[in-house]
């Protein structure tokens, strides 16, 4: 077809089912995700989204169905498993500490230390210098390692997040919903950074409900819609009404938009 | 996809001026107010000998045992849990000494050692009721603080038909761990002192020519010990960056990867060991264990982590600060009486100065996370 095919998807989940006793909440869902693409998974409210990627992110064990790692069928535990295969979330409840630093916050849980006289000692002075530069290439420009992360906007705090999951070796990302509190100009600022986490090589996986989001950074398009998908448009593919009407489950919408004026 | 909002300084954020940065640091309250409550007493009582060798260690001691509890409510608070049962735990840790040592006649070590192992035990069921429960640490080590007082009265009526055991000091003589709390250091310094009239010596009595302060008491050493201890064990370790964590959003904290639970467990048996090294030290001293012993200590340790800038929802704070907090306690409580003030004015000094430290602490939370 073109050239993604040549390309090995970094992680395909097969077929994936997933049901809570009668309610059947994925009905055989697969996609494929490809390294240094954005992935935009889209789909309205009880589409199955946030059950997909707790497959993905090993929080939820699938019915059934395959997650397949870098040509290796995997079978995650829970998500420190998901974390060592590489796959890393960032919530939309952000692992972050607002009264700490934001060099203590990048390092929490993977502390770098040294030993004097034998004691571990927290390497202060590696954490700073490190995460410094892990922001200045994110393009945030702190005014030290000690400024406190309650001090940031909801954007900055995004990308804090987004390039420690990268710092600590994510090749696949999966961004829940990132944009959707944040304002018209902190939202391009997490586009910008997904645009760059894509460039080095890493796999974002985008779940919004926002076409116009979407679109402004995805690689190729995934729409859930009552645990089903509908496939995967890639991009320039689709146009955003497409997308619009797959996500609403079809034509129900379109009268309603003729109504509405095209405004939503 | 334009770069001008990240790059650059943000034009709306100014410069911090550097009196700002000062407030933002934990300890400085407890700094200004070391400052001012020296230069009070200076004032008040400098001439009291208030500040003659006796003097200085007459509130250093004081100053000391509000530490050593400070120190572990300190870091039990920054993990973001409370421990009310301090107050209780000193009374109980004393009577458990005098009662495996005195009225069972075991070896002072092993008392010792016995009661650590239980108080530890105690602490860490603390914690695992308020952490498998989910209940506020408010409420269960409020009830610990009747158990464990209800204990240390019930346990020696029960088998000494009272409530003071005395004989301490006879069954820990030449006890090797009985020292390391009830001990002198530096003994052969203040004689020297004394022999070079650098400090005073009694002139008359048993003790004619001995200098009138004759060591440092271990008392003092464990306290500067564990607040060198704590502060190394906060700011400099990974397991500091937890308990900052735990108290500061645990959920994220856990999220993180980091033991939350574990974290605040072993900060519950580590205020439970402060609370013991008080109650092994102070009985010790007084040669006696008392059922009433340690009671409102909880409070006041409280009151002096609070003064030293740690903010009561946890994540933050200092040892230092705490340190400092009991530093202006033990100076204050002492100085009153130096100054001839009626020492019921303490009380009134304590409500005092903690609404003042709680009052100056939202507002340096709020410059630190930017609320409005």
């Known amino acids: 077809m073109n050239a993604q095919t040549e390309k090995k998807p970094i992680i395909e989940m097969r077929n994936i089912r997933k049901t809570y006793g009668p309610v059947i909440a994925l009905a055989g869902v697969s996609i494929k995700i490809y390294p240094g693409e954005c992935h935009c998974l889209l789909g309205d409210n009880g589409a199955g989204k946030s059950t997909f990627i707790k497959t993905m992110s090993g929080v939820v064990k699938p019915t059934e169905g395959d997650i397949i790692v870098d040509g290796n069928v995997q079978n995650f535990e829970n998500p420190r498993d998901a974390m060592e295969a590489g796959i890393s979330t960032v919530h939309q409840h952000l692992a972050m500490i607002p009264l700490m630093s934001v060099s203590r916050n990048f390092f929490l849980g993977n502390e770098p230390t040294k030993k004097i006289a034998g004691i571990q000692f927290y390497d202060r002075e590696k954490a700073d210098h490190e995460t410094m530069e892990a922001m200045r290439k994110m393009g945030i420009n702190l005014r030290g390692p000690d400024q406190a992360v309650g001090t940031l906007s909801g954007g900055e705090r995004q990308t804090v997040a987004i390039s420690r999951a990268v710092h600590f070796g994510a090749k696949v990302l999966i961004l829940d919903e990132p944009t959707s509190a944040l304002g018209v100009r902190q939202t391009s600022n997490v586009l910008a950074t997904i645009d760059k986490v894509r460039k080095e090589g890493v796999a974002v996986v985008f779940i919004t409900h926002n076409v116009r989001h979407a679109l402004a950074v995805g690689d190729r398009f995934t729409v859930l819609n009552r645990g089903t998908t509908h496939g995967t448009a890639e991009r320039g593919g689709i146009t955003p009404e497409a997308l619009q009407d797959l996500m609403a489950g079809g034509q129900e919408l379109a009268s309603l938009e003729g109504s509405l004026g095209g405004t939503v | 996809m334009s770069n001008e909002t990240t790059t650059g300084i943000d034009e709306r954020v ?132 009747f158990i464990l007082r209800g204990f240390t009265i019930f346990l020696p009526q029960t088998i000494e038909r009272k409530t003071i055991i005395g004989g301490i000091r006879e069954a820990a003589e030449g006890d090797w761990l009985g020292i390391i709390f009830g001990g002198k250091i530096l003994q052969g310094l203040f004689i020297y002192l004394g022999d070079l009239g650098v400090i005073a010596v009694f002139s008359r009595g048993t003790r004619a020519g001995q200098p009138v302060v004759d060591g440092i008491p271990m008392l003092i050493v464990w306290a500067l010990g564990l607040v060198i201890f704590g502060h190394i064990l906060l700011t400099k370790t990974r397991f500091g960056n937890w308990v900052f964590a735990s108290g500061g959003d645990a959920e994220a904290a856990r999220n993180s990867g980091v033991p939350v639970s574990k974290v605040k467990i072993l900060m519950f048996m580590f205020t439970a060991f402060c609370a013991t090294v008080f109650a092994t030290c102070q009985v010790m001293e007084f040669g006696s264990a008392g059922a009433d012993r340690g009671l409102l200590k909880e409070f006041e340790a409280i009151i002096a982590v609070v003064i030293g800038g740690a903010l009561l929802t946890g994540g933050y704070g200092s040892v230092i600060g705490a340190a400092l907090g009991a530093l202006i306690f033990g100076v204050v409580q002492q100085g009153l009486f130096f100054a001839g003030v009626e020492s019921s004015l303490f009380r009134v000094f304590l409500g005092v100065i903690l609404l003042g430290a709680v009052i100056l602490n939202t507002y340096i939370r709020r410059l630190i996370t930017g609320e409005r």
Not at chain 2, 99 to 114: H, R, S
């Open chain 2, 14 to 145: 100014n410069e911090m001026s550097s009196f700002r940065n000062a407030l933002i640091r934990p300890e400085l309250g407890g700094i200004i107010g070391t400052i001012a409550v020296f230069a009070v007493f200076i004032f008040l009582a400098g001439d009291s000998g208030m500040f003659s060798v006796q003097g200085v260690m007459n509130w250093s001691v004081v100053s000391a045992q509000f530490m050593i509890i400070a120190v572990g409510a300190c870091l039990l608070m920054i993990a973001g849990e409370f421990d009310l049962s301090v107050g209780s735990m000193i009374g109980f840790a004393g009577m458990l000494i005098a009662i495996f040592g005195v009225t069972f006649g075991w070896p002072m070590w092993m008392a010792i050692i016995l009661t650590f192992v239980i108080c530890m035990t105690i602490g860490a069921l603390n914690g695992l009721i308020c952490i498998r429960t989910g209940l506020p640490s408010f409420i269960v080590t409020l009830a610990f603080l």
